[in-house]
């Protein structure tokens, strides 16, 4: 089946409900192929602004595998952008994205227009991340986070299917799954709390970072780098694999020195490089300077490189 798109909440829960119940009528696959079977009613949401890479199709293709139904959104939110001129210049590539959904096997781009999501203008109820959306990307990007959340919220429900309310699959997990890639490693952790804490009927699945032949994480900001600034912004992912061959190692980390050599590359400005918890995102405190390294961590890095905010992680232990 081609990729349908799709601009309308209304026209989004009535295809979608349809496509399911469809799917779900057509469960005649003989029993040698039932391993390979998605499972019946299950519906996969796969929130993006557009501007779709490899990393995003990585996205698409997981909830392809795991979901009877997949539905892509595309929507430039408006609520996560504190500077007008960084909104502007968000990179719009509507038929690219496209064919890059339909090639991982999605069935919907939903791509509503602002008035579609917030008909009253900007909403006046919001979600708020609290104390963590202000910490890393919240503090250079003060109410981003609480941007991100309450659109993120609010295409969850947009999406959810009306037979998956809640009910488990077989296999005990919720039919109703959400991808998201753990390069927003800030943002996964907040939507999995507000998940948790507000108990929406849904299973956030994190999505592992692709990355070029170079090391460089996958963005949709790495098209604004020019050559000489894309070579400095490798210094990013060699100090996150530096610190990582340490803790393999369970010597101590010394961030001091992985902040050094990052910056020691042209032109880039380092804003944070911090080891955390991969869960609470709160800072450990042990174990990075002088200590063995043991347990689990995730470093996370942000720096400017030129004029492009980049971003990167990864998981220690
Ligand atoms: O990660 C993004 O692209 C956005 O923050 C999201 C989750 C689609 C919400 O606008």
Redesign the pocket.
Known sequence: MSIALVSTIAELQAATAALLRQRAGQETVPEEAASQRKPAGTLGLV????ALHAGHAELARTAVAENSVVVA?V???PL?FGDPADLARYPRTTEADLALLEQAGVDFMFAPDVAQMYPNGEPSVRITAGKAGEMFEGASRPGHFD??LT??AK?LHVGMPETGLAAPDTAGRPSYRAY??QK?AQ?LAL?RAMVAELNFPVEIVAVPIVRDEDGLALS?RNRFLSAEERESALVLSRALRLLKRRADAHEPLDTASAEELVRSAPGVELDYLEVVDPRTLAVRAENCQDTPFTGEALVLIAAKVGPVRLIDNMLLG
């Open positions: 929130p993006t602004m557009g959104t929507f430039i939110n996560q941007g991100a659109i993120v295409l998201f890639g927003d943002q939507v949709s």
